[in-house]
T-cell receptor
Framework: EAGVAQSPRYKIIEKRQSVAFWCNPI?????LYWYQQILGQGPKLLIQ????????DSQLPKDRFSAERLKGVDSTLKIQPAKLEDSAVYLC???????????FGPGTRLTVL | DQQVKQNSPSLSVQEGRISILNCDYT??????FLWYKKYPAEGPTFLIS?????DKNEDGRFTVFLNKSAKHLSLHIVPSQPGDSAVYFC?????????????FGKGTHLIIQP
């Protein structure tokens, strides 16, 4: 069974630029999560989808971050415009359903200069 | 406000001995706890979990203990092996909170010495 796929693996941008990350969850997984992991910290939940609906986006900085999961499968996370403090690893996770085990992708490491 | 705390950034243990990783939490609504293991350049992988109705869960070399009154849990690895060298994250969930995203600690870097 293929795992959670994320791309790109690494991205370097300058502040005020825009960036987008892509996630392909494990096939059939209804629940998808985006986490932000700043260096030296644990992952922090940004947004949770159940199919193509948002369950929780209370920690998503909505003035600059957006995410969508239009067909209930792949998801994209966008930052526009980026700030220096957005430098982090962005992890995507999926689970077969809510409250089931979450499987993480390898993450996208973003550096904002 | 850090709701899940791992106060030891790193831990060094001799191969074959017991590794004990500690985790404290402040949110009394947490009712499910997990440990994740992370290697460099990879995402976290699930290791073991425990529900708040239990005080111990065991899986092979890994045992998690939960002390609800102290809001404390620990992960025991015995015997420790070189492949156990990784960052270990403690995570918690409030199943009644409407969402099931995890709250993570900062992690403990476990180093197994040969």
């Amino acid at each position: 069974e293929a795992g959670v796929a994320q791309s790109p693996r690494y991205k370097i941008i300058e502040k005020r630029q825009s960036v987008a990350f892509w996630c392909n969850p494990i096939s059939g997984h209804a629940t998808l999560y985006w986490y932000q992991q700043i260096l030296g910290q644990g992952p922090k939940l940004l947004i949770q989808f159940q199919n193509n609906g948002v369950v929780d986006d209370s920690q998503l900085p909505k003035d600059r971050f957006s995410a969508e999961r239009l067909k209930g499968v792949d998801s994209t996370l966008k930052i526009q415009p980026a700030k220096l403090e957005d430098s982090a690893v962005y992890l995507c996770a999926s689970s077969s359903d809510r409250f089931n085990e979450q499987f993480f992708g390898p993450g996208t490491r973003l550096t904002v200069l | 406000d850090q709701q899940v705390k791992q106060n030891s950034p790193s831990l060094s243990v001799q191969e074959g001995r017991i590794s004990i990783l500690n985790c404290d939490y402040t949110n009394s609504m947490f009712d499910y706890f997990l440990w994740y293991k992370k290697y460099p350049a990879e995402g976290p992988t699930f290791l073991i979990s425990i529900s708040s109705i239990k005080d111990k869960n065991e899986d092979g070399r890994f045992t998690v203990f939960l002390n609800k009154s102290a809001k404390h849990l620990s992960l025991h690895i015995v015997p420790s092996q070189p492949g156990d060298s990784a960052v270990y994250f403690c995570a918690a969930r409030d199943s009644g909170g409407g969402a099931d995203g995890l709250t993570f600690g900062k992690g403990t870097h476990l180093i197994i010495q040969p």
